[in-house]
């Protein structure tokens, strides 16, 4: 998987097609996730919710957001938005908890680890302020970032294996090999 399709086709050209072997971008997987629980039509709490392409924050939008709001924050937007997608809202530790988001506690505190989390300690309450403002924002809006998108397929891939549905077999895979550059920013 990559964001880049032409890095894509150069992994399959040098590693070869097979039927059991699929070459995706980053938004060709969460599509072809999306329509294969779709297809089963998964009964979710969250199964109403639409990612409209229109309604996708992406660093641009965000930036507009936080230059509205926070111009004069010492803190760079590009800081903010890493942070929030890579620990409050992408992390591992948030999507294992309840409200699939890191608390504010776990965020300032050093349980993230120096070598894991290089945002400074006195910085992580400013930010975390922010994000609650984003997370505000983005309801009011009615918009999503792709944190929400893959925190929704996550949990209707948990409900699909949890019924012993169909779609949960259309979205087994033995291996997902990710681009580096392709990781969310």
């Known amino acids: 998987m990559s964001r880049s399709s032409r890095l894509c086709r150069y992994v399959e050209k040098a590693v070869g097609s097979s039927p ?22 998964v009964e979710t709490k969250d199964n109403t919710r639409h990612f409209h392409p229109r309604q996708r924050v992406s660093f641009a939008q965000f930036k507009q957001f936080y230059d509205e709001h926070y111009a004069q924050n010492k803190i760079a937007a590009l800081i903010v938005w890493k942070s929030i997608r890579t620990f409050i809202k992408g992390s591992i530790e948030a999507y ?31 930010i975390y302020d922010i994000f609650i403002q984003y997370q505000a924002w983005l309801h009011e809006q009615r918009l999503w970032d792709d944190c929400d998108r893959i925190h929704s397929l996550l949990q209707r891939i948990d409900e699909a294996k949890n019924t012993n549905s169909v779609a949960c077999d259309k979205v087994k895979w033995s291996k997902v090999y990710v681009d580096v550059s392709s990781a969310p920013s």
């Open 96 to 126: 294992q908890s309840q409200s699939k988001v890191l608390s504010r506690e776990y965020f300032v505190s050093d349980k993230l680890g120096r070598n894991r989390c290089k945002v400074p300690l006195d910085l992580r309450d400013s």
């Open 20 to 41: 059991q072997s699929n070459f995706y971008t980053f938004e060709n997987l969460l599509h072809e996730l999306d329509v294969s629980l779709s297809d089963e039509e």
